[in-house]
């Protein structure tokens, strides 16, 4: 593997870029592994990544039935942030930030981890009071979170609507400094090369087609490169969760919906921040490109179908107008959906999944992709020690049969 | 905009129908016991099956309950009935 420098940037340039090699290998899979990882996504990689250097583990394979990163990992729209309401929560995403926010140098390949900051609207007063609640919470999990006026919102944005003519005025804002944006496919690239150079089994275009199973415990996986047997399985494949965990024939509280995003044509610089405008349910922020990166709320209709419609399509740009009305004229370039993996409770489902020797890394729904490296990083614990780590013991599937919700979805207002 | 067939009504465009649930799920009798497993199976398990799906639907206009049968992944609509139908 070669490593990636200022200086081997200017050395390749000066050998006609002869001297790269591959940044990671094509293995066939072996009959069996210590741990096999269902999944090459952000998740899936980064798991493998964690268990080879945090644990030791590198007799470990990731399988993938596309290429890497081609699912929700290729599809968000790269928001990091840990604005959450609950202690179990904060500790879940802080923890994701901390790791973002280190690991361009650790895993040697830039994620252009930007903290540009994230940027909630308000609209009336009563929700400023609420806002000032989600500051206090914040604050008390130890993680950075302001509470702006309407002339803070609109130093720190001033595209925002502040117009007579708005239809919600906006009265100030929460701001989290730390969020930002990152690349999407160069967090699964990065973890996949650091995971290989340590040993792991990258299988792409490899579907998994059933668990084999012996005495009740799953003990690998039918793939359509043959049988693969494995110490452990772990399922970190977000939409698809309740395709796995119906061969295992265990039941989930998940539904796979659609969510679906938009990027324009690219623009001089108009936005340096993440804004979000709740009554819409629109928000965006500008990529290095230029390209406006637009997301919305998710279709309430469970879907497997990776593509957009034009109803939300609708909801959403409605709201970007209202929100910026100088974007008006701004064209589309892409619109794509991916399938997200909703709980009941907008929280995440990390541990066993019921069937011996299988574990879950699933249900972060909309939330995927900022939450890759804490994701990563226990679910490695969970499959390598057999335990949960302190900070994913609460978002076991238990807590649905003992009652102990974790409903971000309500206390932290996220709009799905 | 894709097409959805009220039972009731007809061909409406889909902004008109609200999705409500998965077909099938019934409330554990409360006469007996129920553990907690139970009541988490009902109050939160979804099949939430890739392919064909059988769901209950209202077409908000006409207010109206319905059995819906869709494909997941192309989002096709197989068929629709009234829920009386399934029943009889």
Known sequence: ????????????????????????????????????????????????????????????????????????????????????????????????????????????????????????????????????????????????????????????????????????????????????????????????RAADARGVDIIQNCEVLDLLTEGGRCIGVRTSKGDIRAGVVGAAVAGHSSVIADMAGVDLPITSYALQAFVSEPLKPVLDTVVLCPPFGTYLSQSDKGGLVIGGGLDRVPSYGQRGNLPVQETVLAGLVEMMPALASVKLLRHWAGIVDVTPDSSPILGPSGLDGLYLNCGWGTGGFKAIPAGGYLFAHLLATGAHHEISRPFDRARFETGHLIDEGAASGIAH | MQIFPCPFCGPRNETE????????????????????????????????????????????????????????????????????????
């Open chain 1, 1 to 192: 593997m070669t490593r990636y420098s200022a200086f081997s940037v200017f050395r390749e340039g000066l050998r006609g870029q002869t001297g790269w090699s591959k940044a990671w290998r094509t293995p066939t899979p072996r009959a069996a592994y210590d741990v096999v990882i269902i999944g090459g996504g952000g998740h899936g990689l980064a798991t493998a990544y964690y268990l080879a250097r945090t644990h030791g583990v590198t007799n470990v394979a990731v399988i993938e039935k596309g290429g890497l990163g081609g699912g929700n990992t290729g599809r968000n729209t790269t928001v990091i942030r840990s604005n959450y309401f609950y202690p179990e929560s904060a500790a879940l995403y802080d923890l994701s930030v901390k790791l973002y926010e280190t690991l361009s140098r650790e895993l040697n390949y830039n994620v252009m981890f930007s903290q540009r900051g994230m940027l909630a609207t308000c609209h009336s007063e009563p929700e400023m009071e609420m806002a000032a609640r989600q500051v206090n919470a914040m604050r008390l999990n130890g993680v950075d979170a302001e509470l702006l006026t309407r002339d803070q919102v609109r130093k720190r944005a001033p595209l925002l609507n502040f117009g007579p003519d708005m239809r919600f005025p906006i009265h100030g804002g929460v701001s989290q400094p730390r969020a930002g944006t990152g690349r999407h496919d160069a967090v699964a690239w990065g973890y996949a």
């Open chain 2, 17 to 88: 129908f609200h999705f409500a649930g998965e077909l099938g799920k019934a409330r554990p009798t409360t006469t007996e016991a129920v553990s907690a497993k139970e009541w988490a199976s009902y109050l939160y398990a979804q099949r939430n099956e890739k392919g064909a799906v059988h769901e209950v639907w209202m077409h908000l206009p006409c207010s109206e309950l319905f059995v819906m049968e869709r494909d997941s992944v192309t989002m096709d609509v197989l068929g629709a009935r009234s829920l009386r139908e399934g029943a009889e």
